[in-house]
Structures are given as structure tokens and as C-alpha cells.
């Protein structure tokens, strides 16, 4: 039997996931003294890779993961996942409408908005019926309304600290992100219960969890 | 007379050229000790922001900046910059087809090629007329022959070290890359005596370090 390739989000996403993983029977010893490595093959029945939040649905999609572990703003930002099979507890933070303390949220001039996430913020500005100009940025969106490129952002925010270090505040609460669970199409065919065996075991340890966070 | 605004790229392209515009007479000082600001206004003639590559040229054209400090790569895969006004003798690497030894570059079947840099990599193919399948990847590209997602990369060796850690070898070389300065066309209209000044300054001391260089 071949061993399951999950896909999991470097960074603060596999931080918080690792524990749960673990609370699930899968052996990360491998991810706790990582240093460089990416691949991680120690459990005999996983194999974990850590790849980049963008490129998780680019690994799932073309099969060469069955799992993929991911935040929902890239799922919603990129849209082309297959199934949705859990939310986990962890990573929580919401999308808002930020800029300086200047900003006029219903001046009628037409705005431009700066973001990491394009379709997001032409959805939500849609929804509103406002229509603005949007900025895709990639590196510190915070930049944007400080420097002139843009009138606002629409970015992520978990603590807040980020926008208070820039003087920005907060004009609209949009979404809420947290992690998801996604698989692909074929995986679920050809290895159904080894899927849902692993998505029962972190639905349990993630439950665990939540009881331990109240 | 308002000040020049340089958005330069974070990180080593930042190291390297710090020290350059410090020859130039520019105060430097607030980027020697940083910490999480990202906009530095010491100078009286120059603003400097800290932006990553990939938006240098979105500040750039829409006017925020005047001038940008980026790589060859960026500007060659986006296409769209304005004046490029030098060449400073610093971030020199290469383009590189790279993948693991069981890799056969003259095979017939279509390659399946992962980069962070579609447009480069298909004129690359085009160039040498051959029709491949480009995946773009967002973080460490070096992953993708490895677990099977492509056959081969088109990526970016300075040193050869992430190469070697993941036992890839270089299949062809392809275009060296290197840190340019690159100016906006309105700018240079507005503030031409000030942008002219700056760039034989810079050259100047691009030109004294190379000779340290060598």
C-alpha cells in the first residue's frame, strides 16, 4: 500500500497543524528539527512535503499529493480545489478593508485598492456595488496606502499588529480564514479508506483541541 | 525640491546595493539597523522603500517611486519597465534547466518544466523549438522534479548549494541575471537633473567597486 502525500502550508499553518498530526498517530519527529529539509518520510504511512500556501492546490491538482493543508483565503482566493473535507481549528484570522486614519470609505471618488488576493477584493467590492481599481501586490501590502500606490488594502489580519506599527485601522470586517483540509478527486478514488481513515483521526485529535482551547 | 523616491528590492539585492549607494553620499543609516521598517527618509534628496522584486515595478509605473533597484530576472519575465538606465555589478547568477541525473534533456516525450518564471522558461523552449508543459510554482521549485510534479526546473543558481542539497544537476545554462536601475519615464521628465545626478553617482561608485572586485 502506498504510503499517503499530504501537502501542508510552511510556515505559521504547519506550526499549528504539527501537533494535531501528531495527536493524529503520524510521526512529524522529522518536522520538529527540520532545519532545510522539505520532504519528510519518517511516518510509514505519510508523506508530508512543505510547500508554499500558492503552490498547495498546484501539488494536489496535479496529483502528486492526495492531502493538501491550507488557510481558506487561498482557496477562495484560487478557487480550483476539489474536496473540502475538514476545517481545523487553527489559523484564524479574518480579511479587512484597512488604510490610514484619512481614509473615506464613502467618498465617491473611485478608489484603488492594494492586495494580495485580487478576486477576493473585486468579490467583496462587487457585492457592495462599489467599483474600485485593484493593485496586486506581493510583498508588505501595508506599504501600499502609507507610500500613495493605493487609497486602502484588503489584506489578513490575526493580531492586528501589523496595522497598528503602520498607523492603519480597520474601515470594513470582511471573511473569516481558518485551515482546511482538501483532497484530491482521483486520491479519494483509489485510496478511499486510508483518506478517511486519516481525516477521522484529525477530526478527533482536532476536537481534542478545541475542548482544550475553551 | 521634493525628494527622489527609490523602491529597492528587500533582502540581498538590499545587502549588496546598500553599500553602493552609500558611496553615492546617500544616508543609509536607518537601513543599517532596520529592525521591521520598511521606508527610510534620512536623506534629505532621497526616500528609500524596501519592497519585494516582484512589486518594484508595480511602485515603479504607477509614479509611487522614480526609481527602482531590481534584478534582470523580474524585469525580463515581467516586461513591462519603462527606462533602464544600469547595470550594477552586483546579484550576478544565471538562469539554469535544472533536474535530478535520470533526467534525459533530448527525450521526445513533452516535458513537464515547474518555474517561477513561466514567460522566461517558454521563450526559452520557443528559442530552441521545443513544446514543453510549464508549472508555475510560488516557493521552492527545487521540490518539484524531486516529488515527481515536473521533470525539470527553470530557476535561478547563484552558489549551486539548493541544487546540490536536493541532488539536481544543471542540464543548460540559459541567460545570466544581474541588479539593474531602472527609472520612470514621467519622472524623468519632472526630475531629470536630480534622476541624472543619482545615476553617475551610482556609477561611479559601481564602478570603483568593481574594481575592488577584481
Chains 1, 2 share one sequence.
Do not use: W
Not at 43 to 55: A, H, R, T
Not at 106 to 112: E, L, Q, T
Not at 120 to 142: A, H, L, M, P, Q
Not at 192 to 203: E, T
Amino acid at each position: 500500500m502506498s504510503k499517503l502525500k499530504i501537502a501542508l502550508t510552511k510556515g505559521r499553518t504547519e506550526q499549528q497543524v504539527v501537533p494535531l498530526l501528531e495527536k493524529s498517530g503520524i510521526d512529524c519527529s522529522g518536522l520538529r528539527d527540520k532545519q532545510r529539509r522539505l520532504i519528510f518520510d519518517e511516518d510509514e504511512n505519510f508523506e508530508i512535503i512543505l510547500v508554499k500556501g500558492q503552490d498547495v492546490l498546484t501539488y494536489l491538482n496535479n496529483g502528486t499529493v492526495q492531502i493538501g493543508i491550507v488557510g481558506s483565503d487561498i482557496l477562495e482566493e484560487q478557487g480550483n480545489y476539489q474536496y473540502q473535507m475538514l476545517d481545523l481549528n487553527v489559523g484564524r484570522c479574518r480579511f479587512v478593508l484597512a488604510s490610514g486614519k484619512n481614509f473615506d470609505p464613502s467618498a465617491s471618488k473611485r478608489k484603488i485598492i492594494a492586495t494580495k488576493y485580487p478576486n477576493i477584493t473585486r468579490n467583496y467590492f462587487k457585492r457592495i456595488g462599489e467599483d474600485v481599481e485593484i493593485i496586486r501586490i506581493e510583498g508588505s501590502v501595508e506599504l501600499a496606502p502609507i507610500t500613495g500606490l493605493a487609497d486602502a488594502i484588503v489584506d489578513i489580519v490575526e493580531t492586528g499588529t501589523t496595522l497598528k506599527e503602520n498607523n492603519l485601522q480597520i474601515y470594513a470586517k470582511l471573511q473569516p480564514v481558518n485551515t482546511r483540509v482538501v483532497v484530491n478527486r482521483l486520491g479519494l478514488r483509489q485510496q478511499k479508506k486510508q483518506i478517511y481513515n486519516f481525516i477521522n483521526q484529525l477530526q478527533q485529535a482536532n476536537e481534542k483541541f478545541s475542548e482544550v482551547v475553551k
